[in-house]
DNA sequence: CAGTGGTCTAGACCACGAC
DNA sequence: TCGTGGTCTAGACCACTGC
């Protein structure tokens, strides 16, 4: 067994959800009735059910049952960490990294003041452009500690750094503040970006924590407006 | 007893975290001994925990302890359905709505589309202005059944129509897709915005689902670009 | 080693929906 | 009335952290 019992009972159903097991408007066998084939306890069916439930498979009903949805497949991110690798196999485009810049620096004032850093400390700093059918669209900027991340080399740009980070670094990426907003283009975005001719573009700042709350990573993705599409699926309250 | 026990304990602990009784990267008190303060089973504790842990409240860590975080405290959204009266309330400025058109109409081909609705369906079209500082901002498009809202008055839409909604008829929304995409301005903005010279703006898709999973209305909230914000908090995975 | 959080269990009582 | 999901309990075992 590789995970926990109620994530694999988790697995196993948004599966079966997702292959037409269960269509829209189906109902869910009963919780007790999973009990019995799961051969497990009530409070670990509702923990996958509950997942479920957060991810937009599902809408629980009480006293009736479990009403299955026909949502929990999108094509960008569901409000969370998404990297670009990721997000590039949902879409059938040709897609290219292009390592613009690669080095390691001493923060200006803006970083220090994103990143808690002093003067002292040493910044990957990391720049790319994204191209979708042949066209450079997004541009992301990364800056991270150097002293958790030794060496980076081109390669693992051009690939995903995030899968470096996590496989290779076993960092533990757990939760990151977003922020998006709508800027004027500077010279930055004019060099490496085909802009089209707009004159503004979409900014995600996003800060990047580590398991145990320290900031690591500061990263700014700057959409050109009309391929910019962000998706979210949102429980009330 | 309004509450139950679990939320009861959550809104406890995340109003002395907002109030600085526990202090950013200060531990919280361990499950058991929560569990001893609160009288309670251990399971009950854990299920505020994880609610205060999926709000950005805390950090947990195995093995240590829960750490006291410094986010949770926003400006707009968490990545949920946020009425304007709500986001209202956290800003300083004097705002307004300004409700431009209201009445009951029959759904073109788009609207069809949107709310699955058909030619013999009624449907309210609500379409409101968001002044903040003596500048219309933000224009709010609302479509919902008539059949669930047979009353509407230019009151309740200067209101907040959720609040009328949810504490008048009772109806309990439950979730909403949303998607935000940025679109040239069309003849409507022009006319009920100002715009300011911009000639883009930001578009906020919304779905809303009603308790038993129906589609019930569809919103559009239409940004001025330089007044645009969006603020996120996400877990990884 | 003791203390922490993560998982799992078997049972209980409740509020709600449908018949 | 019965079956459903929502809450709560007391206890168990595990993996991880720190000393």
Known sequence: MYENKYLTI????AGKIRQGYWKPYDKLPSE?????????????????LNLLSEHGYIQKMKGKGSLVLDVGKYDFPVSGLVSFKEL???????????VNELEVIKPDPDLKRYLHATSK???????RSR???GERIILDKDFFYKKYVPTLTR?????????????????????????????????????????????H????????YLDDATLFQYTESR???DKFRFVDFARRK
């Open 155 to 199: 390669e693992i740009c051009e690939d995903s750094i995030y899968e470096y980070l996590e496989k290779q670094l076993k960092l533990k990426i757990s939760f990151a503040k977003k922020e998006m907003t709508v800027e004027k283009v500077n010279d930055e975005d004019r060099k490496y970006l085909d802009l089209n001719g707009y004159d």
């Open 88 to 98: 590039a196999q949902n879409m059938k485009q040709p897609v290219k990294t292009i």
């Open 131 to 133: 191209e979708i059918e």
């Open 10 to 13: 988790y697995h196993d159903l």
């Open 121 to 127: 400390d040493e910044i990957w700093k990391v720049i």
């Open 32 to 48: 007790n009735e999973l009990v019995k084939r799961y051969r497990t306890s009530r409070e670990t069916i509702r923990k996958a």
């Open 201 to 208: 573009i979409v900014v995600v700042k996003n800060f990047v």
């Open 223 to 225: 959409h050109r407006l």
